[in-house]
C-alpha cells in the first residue's frame, strides 16, 4: 500500500509503513521521535530501497546510541550517510513522534497488538506549518557522528587487502554477530582477528587495516589479540622479514574453532571466552 490517497495506513509492521510512505516520497523526509527499534526498521527500509529520497532523522541521542551500539546497524547508517540518503541529529528535548514528515503529509506511526498503522494528515497548510517547525527543531539539533566505518568500506578494502575468502569469513561472522546481539566479549574486532587467523594472515596487516580503515587502532587490535591468545583462541607464529622485529602471523587456536563452520565461529568463540571469564 501506497501513501498516494487520504487514507491511514494499516501495514504489519513499522518497515512497512515507512517504506509506503518513502516509496511516496519525492523531496526530503524528516523523520523524527522514534524509538532504537523504529530507527532500526527505517534504516533497514532505506538500506533495502532502490531509490530512497533524502531523511533527516532526529532522535535523541540515548536512542542512537543504543541503535550504533551494534556493529552492522552502524555500518549500515554509515552507508547511507555518505551516500548523502541519511543525516542524523539529536536534541535532549521531547520529540513529537515517531512521525514521518514528507512535503504532502506528516504520517504519525502507532504500532499496537503486533501490527503498525501510519495515521495521515493531508491538509495543506497544517502539513506546512508543521514542517516549518519541525525543520527548525531539526536545524537547531545536533549532528551526530557515526565513529563505525561504512560496510561497504570494509567489505572492499577486506577483498582488495585479503582477498574474497577472508572477506567472506569476516561477512559470515559479522552476521552471526548481529543474531548474538548482547555479547559483551565478541565484537568486530574479535571477529576480524579470527577471520585473519582462519586465513593465516599477519597481525600487522589485519591491524594497519583496521586502523585505515576505521574500525579500530592498531592498539585496540593489539590488546584483542593478546586477550584471545591468553584464552586460546587464536596462536602466532613469528615470520622473519628483511629488516626489524619478525610479524606474526594469526592462526586459529582451541580444535573447537577448527571443527566448527564460519557461522559457528563468534558462538564458540563467545562461549570460551565466557567460560573463561567465569
Known amino acids: 500500500m501506497s501513501l498516494t490517497t487520504d487514507e491511514d495506513l494499516i501495514e504489519q509492521n513499522v518497515s512497512a509503513v515507512c517504506r509506503a510512505v518513502l516509496d511516496d516520497a519525492t523531496e526530503t523526509v524528516l523523520a523524527m521521535g522514534f524509538s532504537a527499534d523504529g530507527v532500526e526498521e527505517l534504516l533497514d527500509v532505506l538500506g533495502d530501497h532502490d531509490d530512497p529520497p533524502a531523511v533527516r532523522l532526529l532522535v535523541t541521542e540515548p536512542v542512537l546510541k543504543t541503535v550504533t551500539s551494534d556493529f552492522t546497524v552502524a555500518g549500515t547508517a554509515a552507508d547511507l550517510v555518505t551516500a548523502d540518503v541519511l543525516s542524523l541529529r539529536t536534541t535532549e528535548g521531547r520529540l513529537d513522534g515517531p512521525l514521518l514528515c514528507t512535503d504532502e503529509a506528516i504520517v504519525s506511526v502507532v504500532a499496537a497488538d503486533g501490527r503498525a498503522a501510519g495515521l495521515v494528515t493531508r ?21 551526530f557522528r557515526l565513529r563505525t566505518p561504512p560496510l561497504d568500506r570494509v567489505r572492499e578494502t577486506l577483498d582488495d587487502e585479503f582477498g574474497p575468502d577472508l572477506r567472506a569469513d569476516f561477512e559470515r561472522m559479522r552476521t552471526a554477530l548481529g543474531e548474538e546481539r548482547g555479547t559483551s566479549d565478541v565484537d568486530e574486532v574479535v571477529i576480524s582477528l579470527l577471520a585473519a587467523a582462519k586465513n593465516e594472515q599477519l597481525l600487522y596487516d589485519i591491524s594497519t587495516w583496521g586502523e585505515n580503515t576505521g574500525l579500530a587502532s592498531r592498539a585496540t587490535f593489539s590488546r ?38 564460519t557461522d559457528e565461529l563468534v558462538g564458540v568463540a563467545q562461549s570460551m571466552l565466557s567460560t573463561a571469564s567465569s
Open 123 to 143: 491538509d495543506e497548510e497544517f502539513v506546512a506549518t508543521a514542517r516549518s517547525q519541525y525543520t527548525e527543531r531539526w536545524e537547531a539539533a545536533d549532528a
Open 224 to 261: 584483542k589479540k593478546a586477550t584471545l591468545e591468553e584464552h586460546g583462541l587464536i596462536d602466532t607464529e613469528k615470520v622473519p622479514i628483511d629488516v626489524g622485529r619478525p610479524r606474526l602471523r594469526l592462526l586459529l587456536g582451541d580444535e573447537r574453532l577448527h571443527e566448527a563452520d
